[in-house]
């Protein structure tokens, strides 16, 4: 009987992604077992399953951006807005990664809940605690309001990878689409919702476990919360605060439109120089698709912004900064 090959997993990648390449994910095990010279058992007993053996030969720098976050930690040397804006910079770079994986399995028809399976998307646990463990650091040295940390942490992964992939998704339909100043798009969110001098509070709690005694307080997220008394009820509502907000705001740089489906539409444009606001459906520079319910909701205090972002309550279609104008509209300093 003749000696069996000796074979290094090294080699069974390299051969295992030409196939894949080649032929997809249906290829046999049998065929990449034939090209090495083995028998299919051998890549089920090094690699588990072909799954597992498509990941590790397709992907095999994977999620590079997390060693970042192994080591996160606030810095007392650094102003804590400057460390915040590479945080977003590695977020960003992490939702990108993470979509690039997405976009390799599904090209090759694997099944998404396979791919949650083994990646754990879309919010990778150890990213969320080194967000917390910065976050925790920043507090203990004054540098930011008192918040709930973890809820903070998992918008800030999530509103980064629903913007970044929305960005994607865009370039890839052939639509104007660029990743450039998203990063500090996104950090100046959140450092409008943590930076000290923004609240007149000194603890903040969740709308529905505390009385708010004291206005502008926020939320864990940093979105205004208002007191008890209904704001918005209807779309008539709504269009007179969002025409009240848009008039003190600075000239949007294009034009928006809230779609909430068959309950109508918020747009909202520059003339002359001012934000106008309307109710007429046409074509916008940037679309936000959401349930009305969630907008009542928004502008009632019983919901936040990143919230319905990172439960994909919210879908963005177009200029990505032009939602991000209308997200400081709402969180800034109150006229």
């Known amino acids: 009987m003749g000696r069996k090959k000796k074979i290094f997993d090294q080699e069974i990648l390299v051969a295992a992604r030409e196939c894949f390449e ?27 399953t072909k799954l597992n053996l498509f990941y590790e030969a397709m992907l095999p720098d994977h999620f590079a951006a997390m060693f970042y976050f192994d080591s996160l930690r606030y810095d007392p040397e650094q102003r804590a807005d400057e460390q915040l804006r590479e945080i977003a910079v590695e977020l960003i770079g992490l939702s990108r990664e ?22 754990q998307i879309p919010a990778p646990p150890p990213v969320i605690d080194a967000l917390v463990r910065w976050l925790e650091g920043a507090l203990q040295a004054g540098a930011i309001i008192e ?17 970044t992939s929305n960005i994607l998704r865009q370039a890839a339909q052939g639509k104007p689409a660029a990743l450039e100043g998203l990063a500090e798009h996104v950090a100046t969110i959140f ?3 943590l930076e000290p001098d923004r609240t007149n509070t000194a603890q903040i709690k969740w709308p ?7 206005l502008p307080a926020r939320s864990k997220w940093g ?19 969002t025409a009240s907000r848009m008039r003190k705001h600075l000239p949007l740089n294009g034009s928006v439109m809230f779609d909430f489906n068959q309950t109508g539409v918020i747009f909202v444009e520059v003339q002359n120089g001012v934000n106008v606001v309307d109710n007429m459906r046409r074509k916008a520079d940037c679309t936000m698709h959401m349930a009305f319910t969630d907008f009542c909701d928004l502008e009632n205090g019983l919901v936040a912004s990143p919230e319905l972002m990172h439960n994909d309550r919210i879908r963005v279609d177009g200029d990505v900064s032009l939602a991000l104008e209308m997200y400081n509209a709402r969180v800034g300093t109150p006229a």
Do not use: C
Not at 28 to 45: E, K, N, W, Y
Not at 98 to 119: G, S, T
Not at 147 to 163: C, S, Y
């Open 22 to 48: 080649e032929h997809g994910y249906a290829v046999s095990l049998d065929l990449i077992a034939r090209q090495l010279g083995v028998t299919a058992p051998v890549l089920f007993s090094r690699f588990g």
């Open 98 to 119: 993470m979509n690039e994986v997405a976009d390799i399995f599904a090209r090759n028809a694997v099944a998404l809940h396979e791919l949650n399976h083994i990646l």
């Open 147 to 163: 918040v709930e940390r973890r809820a903070v942490g998992e918008a800030m992964l999530g509103m980064a990878h629903a913007m």
């Open 191 to 193: 450092w409008r919702m």
């Open 208 to 214: 529905d476990q505390a009385v708010v005694k004291a």
């Open 223 to 241: 979105d205004v919360l208002r007191r008890d008394t209904m704001v918005v009820e209807d779309l008539s509502d709504a269009t007179a605060l």
